[in-house]
DNA sequence: CTGTTAGCGCCTTCAT
DNA sequence: ATGAAGGCGCTAACAG
């Protein structure tokens, strides 16, 4: 391992100039700068960024913890992340929290290998989340809404889309209404549920019947065996909101597998907005989070912060309904 | 900042003795460990990772370089890598290489911030690949094949892929046949296109003739794109492969926007096998690639090679087609 | 069982 | 313009 004291010995200089030269310091003639250049191509030096952050007491690198590095819901709010952070001068890392252990999640939180992150996964507790933030290490959830100094918090108002579905249901005429919801521990979730309810209160319907309240867990194959539970009841309702989109697809599978039509028989609507809604056949009727706007103002606070500048603590960003054809 | 130091002062220890207290060592009496855990409890210790790995001269961490964070493809093969680490106790960090500058990723590549890589990107240089690679420092390409030491390859056996595709349109009685490829500077797609092309070859078939060879960019849009001037030209062939499976949802909403009837009208075959092709309407036919096992061999060969027990240089993994309702 | 000492690789005053 | 020395926070001999 070769380190900048070997590329110092061999150009002949101290370690002192040797560092100068390799972070382009003016401080240090082109000649000797040359030489220092010279000596770490042929030692085929490479810096130990650690050792340097360990110096600098700060990665300039921003951790994100996601539930499972891959599912499309992320991908814009990644993208917004991702071009704010560069913006300022930061990166990002990312890691998830799927396997039973939440071990590099974990290193991210409690050992300070990031100058602050941003959360999207419930499989990390509130407390835990409370504990580790601190005025050195600001954290950013995105699936809950925590009140803590230096723990911000930027969602979509989920209670309002699920008023939207409802509202469009009742609107269009639906008497005979059902809802497939997500994980019971999720905050997201249950606010959508909640405004739902609320939306059919407001206009004096039933709340949803059990038997056409369906629980999944936000996959696909859960909104497809979901699906499958309901056609398999008989008697289906004629709207059906499905708490994210890609439960939506499995389900939208089953229903197309069991001849029932959408939207001829059925409605529904999707939650998220995730890109793919528009290629899939029905085209899915869904409610948009602004995923994008989502990231970059996840990212826009912990860099404030960083920074002293103290941003709102909780911002909640609207829902649209967008409708395509899944429903009518 | 709270460092190790002050925990010892306060437990009134010396340093040594608090590091092995927080390490759960056997070495310490449970008297003092107890001390010290109160002592960090309270002065609300975090103990610095860059540190420790800048001491232990490793971070039991390997990097994962990914062009897009969260494009669908990348789900299973991440599934795969991150098990297969967690098994050796080592951690994923990941990154992507989409803004302009490589940003996060240079610094995995350049600062020996991880203790090994694997690449997903073509955003990445073979030349810097091989500059970087070294025998403490083991890269793991997936979507090229680089020869030199240190550096490993997993890769899907892209050109079978293609042969396959081919095969199954000329056993089906398809004549006219159509191709939609990805990026120019893509090997994958390269050698999906030979190995289709070889395949028309062998069965004295003309090869796609170019007002049917299309060349998209892997995205849905690019697919949608790609098969809005297939249609405008009027005169389409009856089997077309893409050569991604999100390139095929885009080509699939087109054709069902202009009344294209798939399979009827048009075959179309796909590439990748992501987890949404059997959702999509009609579901897609497709070529799998073992994604998982991919992934999981990556990590395999990280580790191993890391342990000292020098694993195979390359490996290729073979593909298989899946079909569904796309094509006939 | 515990303390002393010596770095890991790097950057940064402070001299020269 | 360059060098010497100190230290970031942590762990690991080596003594005691």
Sequence with gaps: MTTIKDVAKRAGVAVSTASLALNQSERVSPSTAEKVMKAAQELQYRKNGWARDLKMQKTQMIGLILHDLSGPFYASIIKGIEQTLLSYGYGLIACSTLGETLGTAERFLHERRVDGVIIFSSDIKDQTLIDVSREDFPVVVMDRVLSHPYLYSVTAHNHQGGYQAAEYFIKRGHKAIGYISGPANNLDSQLRLKGFSQCL??????????????????????????????????????????????????????????????????????????????????????????????GSLAAHKVIQHLQGDAPKEHSVLPTELIERESSV
């Design 201 to 294: 209160a407001d206009y004096h319907f039933a709340d949803v019947p059990t038997k056409w309240h369906i629980r999944g867990d936000y996959s696909q194959q859960g909104g497809y065996q979901a699906a499958r539970l309901l056609i398999e009841q008989g008697n289906l309702p004629t709207g059906l909101f499905v708490s994210n989109d890609e439960m939506a697809f499995g389900a939208l599978k089953a229903f197309a597998e069991a001849g029932v039509r959408v939207p001829e028989d059925l409605s529904v609507i999707g939650f998220d907005d995730v890109e793919l809604s528009q290629y899939v056949r029905p085209s899915l009727t869904t409610i948009k989070q602004p995923k994008f706007e989502m």
